[in-house]
């Protein structure tokens, strides 16, 4: 089984910069990715960005392509979402997850770290 534990979270002003993190203990076997969702209030949680557990290979969202960038040190078993440019909008719990299939679609399957709350004021 695979734990999460992300962090880096704040308040941010609008055009300000964040990184979030996300540690991962324990294993996954399949071809699965891992990456950041995020619910904002009042929404349904959505998919931000993921990276391939095996090749490595990442996608970002469409509404945070340009500003948003996911990478990985798989030395410290980390995560990261680099954040730039932040709007009011990317108000959001961002949760880091395990054992996602498609990173635009919430399944059964993922494994949820404890979310990190993103404010970022106008």
């Known amino acids: 089984d695979v734990q999460l534990q992300a962090s880096g979270g704040g308040l941010v002003q609008a055009g300000g910069s964040l990184r979030l993190a996300c540690v991962a203990s324990?294993?996954?076997?399949?071809?699965?990715?891992t990456g950041w969702f995020r619910q904002a209030p009042g929404k349904a949680r959505e998919g931000v960005a993921c990276v391939a557990d095996s090749i490595g290979s990442s996608f970002v969202a469409p509404s945070v392509e340009g500003r948003f960038t996911i990478f990985r040190d798989n030395a410290k078993n980390t995560l990261y979402l680099q954040m730039h440019n932040l709007k009011p909008e990317d108000t959001a719990v961002y949760y880091c997850a395990a054992r996602v299939v498609n990173c635009m679609v919430v399944t059964q399957e993922i494994s949820w770290g404890r979310g990190t709350l993103v404010t970022v004021s106008s």
């Open positions: 324990g294993f996954t076997s399949g071809d699965y990715a």
